[in-house]
């Protein structure tokens, strides 16, 4: 039991049992783990795997929390660390049973200039991500998305996909140099918006619904001519673009994201430059682009929201992403402070002016005082007027959000034990998941999150059998189900990034995070289904991961009847020990 533990006093408690110190009679009561390592000893061992299961399954049930106040926003935020981030690595790793509510929604997703190729046809007009990646050296192997994947000539084979996939929803974006070659509305391609025509009707033909994002990243260059996202003509630009595109297919779409990632294309196209237009000042231009974007964002909103919204009833959102911090020590409160530090600075850059009111404060604070101390009379973040900051807060109708790895908090790091991906940013940590969606619901008055992207990459020789994909989407799901039963997240879909190998930016078709492999080297672009297909596919059939223990469910596949990836681990470190024993 806890006890007296030298110079730390009772602060470190090693006990199985815990002993209230403050209580005259020092009750004691068992820990989760008594449990569990009486269960060891009653079987001598780990048992069975479907037992281990069945006995972790009915330890792990806790409560579903109340739903937050608004009154209680954002100060209930760190709770996430104070509770998940000190749960133990058994807690962490359990796996979880259960199902989605009947209504989640299941996608997959791409991005236009990832995927269509046709980079001049029938009268598209220039991108930045044209100019950019025809620029020798910007993109790995000077790729560039000429013709991509295709898809502007393919579409009966990329629904065929999706169909395979039996995917609910597809998340798609509109090129707008396709649209409108100029940028503006006094030149508009119909060839351009035929396309799409066609690409949403055959969506709703085979009972997909299309999720269309305005923008992922391909500005028309000629706007970029004229400042791009760092003038605020752009915004004008963005609304005007916005209308049209509500006011042609608004009959038909009912999800709309105006903006992908809004971080990514302030910091690495306009701050670090590695990313079009490749625009490189690291001090202050991001945040003028960024303002700029999320004020883009708003108009278009407000276009919806007043013109459009009664008659097409649909909804209307931005899309963010974010890591996850972990503090390196969940018991420091430096390195919490760190954590939360990257939080308002990730998330909260763009989050806060969306969903609370304006840039949050540390970051409003740091910025003013590092400008100033390096000389500036006046912050490197523009400020928002009264007036912009209502008309900026509230544009929202659910978060959308883009989620794929965590890091470190301390000296921004990631785990070494995390597993590696085709990307050096990516490191496989589900945990990190759970929690930022349970620090959203915290943190943005509990929103109804649709996640717009998550997945994974490989590089390298082509193999087919994509096993850390699959991993990656077991556990990561697993994780997004406990956020949802057990912290209460309202987690209303799921799009999982990508349909299928495409152009990776600046990485151009070295690292694939396909659900599809496609040969890029074949003219005919030929794509063939990685074994992830049909594994992301019993999960959607699935709805989530039913109780084998519950009996048979007809939408499992082998992989789901027998046991999870706990047991799994401990089976193969159960045989490498005896295996070791033999060798000794
Ligand atoms: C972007 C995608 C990209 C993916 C993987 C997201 O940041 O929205 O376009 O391919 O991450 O890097």
Known sequence: MDGFEGPQGYSERFGLTHVNFEDANRQRTPKQSAYFFSGV?????????????????????????????????????????????????????????GTFPQDFLWGVSSSAYQIEGAWRADGKGMSIWDKFSHTPGKVLHNDNGDIACDSYNKLEIDIGLLKQLKVTHYRMSISWPRVLPDGTTNNINEAGVDYYHRVIDALLAANIQPQVTLYH???????????????????????????????????KVKFWITINEPYIIALLGYGYGSFAPGNHDPGSLHYVAGHNVIKAHAEAWHVYNDKYRAEQKGRISITLNSDWAEPRNPYKQEDIDAAKRYMDFFLGWFANPIFVGDYNEPMKRIIRERSLANGLDKSRLPEFTPAEIERIRGTHDFFGLNHYTSVLAFMVISDRTWLESGSNWLKIAPLGFRKLLKYIKDEYGDPPILVTENGVS????????????????????????????????????????SLMDNLEWASGYGERFGLFYVNHTNADRPRTPKTSVPFYTTIVRCNGFPNPADGPHDCTNPLFSTSGPISDALLIVSKKRSKKRRDD
């Open 41 to 97: 000893i009653e079987n001598n061992g780990f048992g069975t795997p479907a037992r281990h299961l069945k006995e972790v399954a009915e330890i792990t049930v806790t409560p579903r929390t109340s739903k937050l106040v608004a009154s209680q926003v954002p100060s209930e935020a760190k709770v996430v660390w104070d509770t998940l981030s000190r749960q133990s690595r058994f807690q962490r790793h359990k796996y979880h049973y």
């Open 217 to 251: 990243w391909d500005l028309p260059q000629a706007l970029e001519d004229q400042g791009g996202w760092l003038s605020d003509m752009v915004v004008d630009r963005f609304r005007e673009y916005a209308d049209f595109l509500f006011s042609r297919f608004g009959h």
């Open 458 to 497: 490989e590089n390298g020789p082509v193999d087919l059998n994509d096993e850390h994909r699959s991993y990656f989407y077991e556990n990561y799901i697993n994780e997004m189900l406990k956020a949802n039963m057990t912290d209460g997240a309202n987690v209303i879909g799921y799009t999982a990034w």
